[in-house]
T-cell receptor, first 111, second 113 residues
């Protein structure tokens, strides 16, 4: 039983499109919500993270939207590029060391 | 600037064999983690160590043991490997816990036949 549900499993967009990846969680004890990016053969790397006291955070072309009442958060990639093709994981962490990941979304950006 | 280093990168085991996956970090981080990654399952936490001398079970600890040898090193042991443990294993570290950036190693691809 995954504590963080992520959708879609895979996503294909054209260059310049805006892919959106969604995550939902149940446990209101989660208070840190990072997104990780993983390229084939590599370990995941932190992309952007948000805490529940803000509703949106932008870093470059990446934006997290956070809806605390709905227990949902999403990643938007503006002006997507072929180099953004990767697997994206959302995650949620407690007030300890236990971080739980979603199942991942494989994004393909076509030239 | 090595970050998090895992060894080996690839390993094939026979059912019932044992092995230890090694992990070392050079960032002076307090917390270290072991995850397994399976298709469609994302990353699942096996064990973590909040600080030197402490270890705790994560989501899927059965069949594994860990040792936090010192602040730098955190090893994962499979005492009697099973085909269900075929996976990619990632070690990670973070400064002070789950709410700070975790840095991941390159992974160990383990196949149990």
């Amino acid at each position: 039983q995954q504590q963080v549900k992520q959708s879609p499993q895979s996503l294909i967009v054209q260059k310049g499109g805006i892919p959106i990846i969604n995550c939902a969680y149940e446990n209101t004890a989660f208070d840190y919500f990072p997104w990780y990016q993983q390229f084939p053969g590599k370990g995941p790397a932190l992309l952007i993270a948000i805490r529940p006291d803000v509703s949106e955070k932008k870093e470059g072309r990446f934006t997290i939207s956070f809806n605390k009442s709905a227990k949902q958060f999403s990643l938007h990639i503006m002006d997507s590029q072929p180099g953004d093709s990767a697997t994206y994981f959302c995650a949620a962490a407690y007030n300890n060391n236990d971080m739980r990941f979603g199942a991942g979304t494989r994004l393909t950006v076509k030239p | 600037n090595a970050g998090v280093t895992q060894t080996p990168k690839f390993q094939v085991l026979k059912t019932g064999q044992s092995m230890t996956l090694q992990c070392a970090q050079d960032m002076n981080h307090n917390s270290m983690y072991w995850y397994r990654q399976d298709p469609g399952m994302g990353l699942r936490l096996i064990y973590y160590s909040a600080s030197e001398g402490t270890t705790d079970k994560g989501e899927v600890p059965n069949g594994y043991n860990v040792s936090r040898l010192n602040k730098r090193e955190f090893s994962l042991r499979l005492e009697s490997a099973a085909p269900s443990q075929t996976s990619v294993y990632f070690c990670a570290s973070s400064e002070i816990g789950g709410r700070t950036e975790a840095f991941f190693g390159q992974g160990t691809r383990l196949t149990v036949v």
